[in-house]
């Protein structure tokens, strides 16, 4: 799994040398982790930077109510905000953590008004721009068992 993280892009051939296996033994454990959903998928990393969001936002959100059904309703709502990189549920005073990029502060003000503070059920928004990325990882370490 290491190489197909850092080489999501190599051959087959490839990686069975990399990992002194023959071809189809090797390309028997790559598709038995993708049927497993260890592999999700493969995807090309765009520096965001180069695209015109060079800043991260971390936003904290808190819901008037935390029932089941309040929940799916702003999870569905803030899914289809392109901005939202990530969102996680979390436990603490806010019931929801999410990185937004954008190009500057008035780009943020905009999704502020007009997206995050319109999302269904929202009753506070706190909101902490990144002052530089010091650290961001693609790769999952694998425990070898």
């Not at 999501?8 to 040398?17: K, P, Q, S, Y």
């Not at 997206?115 to 530089?132: D, I, K, Y």
């Amino acid at each position: 799994m290491h190489e197909t993280q850092l080489h999501g892009r190599i051959t087959n051939a490839e990686l069975a040398e990399r990992i002194n296996l023959s071809e189809s033994a090797c390309l028997r454990r790559v598709r038995a982790l993708e049927k497993s959903g260890i592999l999700r998928g493969y995807v090309g990393l765009v520096d965001q930077s180069a695209v015109g969001y060079p800043d991260n936002v971390f936003v904290s959100i808190t819901l008037h109510s935390q029932q089941q059904n309040d929940l799916v309703r702003f999870e569905e709502a803030v899914a289809a905000l392109p901005e939202v990189m990530e969102c996680y549920l979390m436990s603490g005073d806010a019931d929801y953590l999410l990185r937004v990029i954008v190009a500057d502060a008035r780009d943020y003000e905009r999704i502020h008004s007009q997206h995050l503070t319109r999302l269904p059920g929202v009753s506070r928004v706190q909101s902490n721009f990144a002052l530089r990325t010091v650290i961001k990882k693609t790769e999952v370490p694998v425990r070898a068992d």
